[in-house]
């Protein structure tokens, strides 16, 4: 299991999601405003989504999410 922070498109706020199988194949949805977006659009080439990761452990993840949140 490896855990992403993901940018949302419509709020620019960041989120966290734990990726079980496939980053490619994967739906973010914001907490915030309820946007759900895929990870990655079958026309692209690149992911759709400003991420950091991959992390370990959930709260890396959680801690980068409210760092990028405060800035």
Do not use: D
């Not at 989120?15 to 739906?27: F, H, V, W, Y």
Request: charged share 25%.
């Amino acid at each position: 299991m490896t855990f992403y922070s993901f940018r949302c498109l419509k709020c620019g706020k960041w989120g966290s999601k734990e990726i079980r199988t496939n980053l490619q194949k994967s739906t973010f949805k914001c907490v915030y405003c309820g946007k759900s977006t895929k990870i990655k659009k079958k026309n692209s080439l690149g992911l759709s989504m400003m991420y950091r990761g991959p992390f370990g452990l959930g709260l890396a993840a959680a801690n980068m999410t409210k760092q990028m949140n405060a800035r």
